[in-house]
C-alpha cells in the first residue's frame, strides 16, 4: 500500500472537510521554531516517519515556547526509528484534549463480509492491540453506499457515547468514511481523535494508506511508486518501478532493501518466485550474508525484461557477489532467463565487476537447454583467470539445498574480497 505521513494524510483530510490542528511540517529546526512563533501558543513537535509507538520512540515531544520547539526539533531529527531516519517533524498546535477516542476504517477480508470496516473505541490513544476486545466496537460498511448514519449512530450508542453526542459523533465518522472511499484506502486510521475542552471533534493523529492499484487514479497525489517502501523512493526503487510499470510480461519486480554500501557481505539478490525468493534468502542467512536488495522475475517474463532487472541487480556497487535464486522447478520457460543472465554478465563482469562471484540455480521448464544456454554462453569467461572465474552453475540437484549454495556464495566472496583488498579497491 501506498503509505502517507501523518502531515500528508492530514492535509487530505482537512481537504475533505474534517478538522485537524493548526500547523505545517519542517525540515530544520529553524523551521519548526518560525511554525511554532505563527501558531502562537503551545506546540506538538512530532517526527514524520512510517512507523508506530513514536512516543515510545521519543519523537513526539509537547512544548510551550519557540525555543523549545527548535530544541525539540533538532533532538527529533537526531534519531532512527526502526532504522529509519527522521527528515521531517509536524509542528502543530497542541489540543485541549478532554477525551481521546479510536477509529479506523479497513478492509474486511473475511468471506462472509469483504466490505470496509469501521472500528470504533472510547479507548484511544493506545494501541489497538492493547484495547479490550469488549472495549472495540465494529460494523461493516456498504462499499457502495458507505457508511450510514443510523450505523454510524447504533456503534457510536453501543460504544457508550452520551446521547446528547451521538449525531455530532455520528457526523464525524460518517465524513471519515466518504474521505475513506473518496481516497481509496485501505487503511485510515484516526487514532486518537479527540473532544476538545469546547466540545469540538479533531483529528489529532492519522494514518492513511492508499490502496496500490488505485494510484492511477489519483494523479494529485504524486505518487511516484505505488509500492510498499520503508522510507522515500531509491533511484534503484524508482527503475525497478519503471520495469513493471512499463512491460506487463510477467514479473520484473525490483527494490531497494536498504544496504550499506560500507560493510561487506551484501549480495545483488535475484530470486525467482515468492517462494524462492524465501529459500535464497535462507541461503543467505545460513551463512550470514545479507541481500542488497529484493528482485524477482516469475510469471514467464520475456528475456528483455529479465535482462534488465538483472543489469539492475548487478550495477548496485560494492556487492560481494550475485545469487540467481531459481529455488523451484518452474513452468516458465527458463531460457529467457539463460539468454538474458549471458548477456548481462558478459557486458558487466569484463568491464565492471570482474572476478565477482555468481552463482545461477535454474531449473525447471527447460532446464536442460537453459543450462547448456549459460555453459556455453559465459565458458569464455569462466576461464581461471577470465572475469567469470567465480561463476558456478547448478540446476535441479541443489533446489532444496539451500545450504550448499549459500556457502558456496560465502567462499567465494571471502575469495573476491580478499582479492580487491589486496589490489587496494
Not at 492493547?130 to 443510523?150: A, M, R
Request: glycine share 10%.
Amino acid at each position: 500500500m501506498a503509505k502517507f505521513l501523518e502531515y500528508q494524510g492530514k492535509e487530505w483530510l482537512r481537504k475533505a472537510g474534517l478538522p485537524v490542528p493548526q500547523g505545517r511540517v519542517a525540515s530544520t529546526h529553524e523551521e519548526a521554531k518560525t511554525i511554532a512563533e505563527e501558531i502562537g501558543k503551545a506546540v506538538a513537535v512530532k517526527g514524520q516517519v512510517q512507523a508506530g509507538g513514536r512516543g515510545k520512540a521519543g519523537i513526539v515531544k509537547l512544548v510551550n515556547t519557540p525555543e523549545e520547539a527548535a530544541a525539540a526539533a533538532a533532538e527529533i531529527f537526531a534519531k532512527n526509528v526502526m532504522g529509519v531516519p527522521v527528515n521531517q517533524v509536524l509542528v502543530e498546535e497542541k489540543l485541549d484534549i478532554k477525551k481521546e477516542y479510536y477509529c479506523s476504517f479497513v478492509v474486511n477480508g473475511a468471506r462472509e463480509a469483504r466490505s470496509p470496516m469501521l472500528m470504533f473505541s472510547t479507548e484511544g490513544g493506545m494501541d489497538i492491540e492493547s484495547v479490550p476486545e469488549e472495549l472495540l466496537f465494529k460494523v461493516n460498511i456498504d462499499p457502495i453506499n458507505g457508511l450510514q448514519i443510523y450505523d454510524a449512530v447504533d456503534v457510536c450508542a453501543r460504544a457508550g457515547i452520551p446521547a446528547q453526542d451521538l449525531s455530532k459523533f455520528a457526523s464525524f465518522l460518517s465524513k471519515l468514511s466518504q474521505a475513506y472511499k473518496k481516497y481509496d484506502c485501505q487503511t485510515l486510521e484516526i487514532n486518537p481523535f479527540i473532544m476538545t475542552g469546547s466540545g469540538n471533534l479533531v483529528c489529532a493523529d492519522c494514518k492513511m494508506e492508499i490502496d496500490n492499484s488505485s494510484v492511477g487514479r489519483h494523479p494529485e497525489f504524486g505518487i511516484s511508486i505505488a509500492r510498499d517502501l520503508p522510507g522515500a523512493p531509491t533511484e534503484l526503487d524508482l527503475i525497478g518501478w519503471s520495469i513493471e510499470e512499463t512491460d506487463a510480461r510477467g514479473t520484473g519486480f525490483l527494490m531497494n532493501m536498504g544496504y550499506d554500501e560500507v560493510s561487506p557481505g551484501y549480495i545483488g539478490y535475484h530470486p525467482i518466485g515468492g517462494g524462492s525468493a524465501m529459500m535464497g534468502l535462507d541461503a543467505l542467512n545460513q551463512v550470514g550474508l545479507k541481500p542488497a536488495n529484493y528482485a524477482d522475475t516469475s510469471g514467464n517474463p520475456v528475456g528483455s525484461k529479465i535482462y534488465r532487472v538483472a543489469k539492475c541487480v548487478l550495477s548496485q556497487p560494492n556487492i560481494d557477489g550475485y545469487l540467481l535464486g531459481g529455488f523451484m522447478m518452474a513452468n516458465q520457460e527458463q531460457w529467457h532467463h539463460a539468454h538474458a543472465i549471458v548477456k548481462v554478465l558478459r557486458e558487466v563482469l569484463p568491464t565492471q565487476k570482474s572476478g565477482l562471484p555468481c552463482v545461477l540455480l535454474l531449473c525447471g521448464n527447460r532446464e536442460d537447454e537453459s543450462l547448456e544456454i549459460l555453459r556455453n554462453g559465459l565458458a569464455d569467461l569462466m576461464t581461471p583467470d577470465g572475469p567469470g572465474k567465480r561463476i558456478e552453475i547448478y540446476g535441479k540437484e541443489y533446489v532444496t539445498d539451500t545450504k550448499f549454495i549459500g556457502q558456496r556464495l560465502l567462499a567465494l566472496s571471502k575469495e573476491y574480497r580478499a582479492e580487491k583488498e589486496s589490489q587496494g579497491k
